[in-house]
């Protein structure tokens, strides 16, 4: 029982929302938002964790599943600091398409206690 109780509370990161919004009519220009949050009890970071600099900041990071799309602001890997229970961020990748067609991207929250989640995300003409 009590591993079990250990388990439930240790740092979870999850994906609670992503997006991309077209800022022009061509779809040219878009804004990929994701809500990242921890949804277990403890920390991603214990503090003396991050005193002894153990354990690095949690991040979020977009990756281009095809070769027609190009980041304008922002970075491909995005620090978003340690989580604690129940918080919340956002990140937000502007990002342009060169070419006509599907535009398929994935974003991704890396915690080293809480885990990776990925989502993939389509952007339509």
Not at 10 to 24: D, F, G, R, Y
Not at 66 to 78: A, P, W
Request: hydrophobic share 40%.
């Amino acid at each position: 029982m009590l591993n079990l109780e250990l388990a439930i509370s240790l740092p979870q990161v999850e994906i609670l929302e992503a997006n991309a919004t077209s800022l022009s009519d061509a779809n040219e220009i878009c804004d990929v938002r994701a809500t990242f949050t921890n949804t277990g009890f403890l920390s991603t970071s214990l503090g003396m964790a991050r005193r002894v600099k153990i354990v690095r900041p949690d991040w979020a990071e977009i990756k281009f599943l095809q070769d027609n799309l190009e980041i304008i602001e922002g970075g491909d890997t995005v620090a978003i600091g340690h989580l604690k229970s129940e918080e919340k961020r956002d990140v937000v990748w502007r990002i342009r398409a060169n070419r006509e067609g599907a535009k398929r991207l994935e974003i991704s929250i890396n915690s080293t206690p809480g885990g990776v989640r990925k989502k993939v995300l389509m952007i339509k003409e």
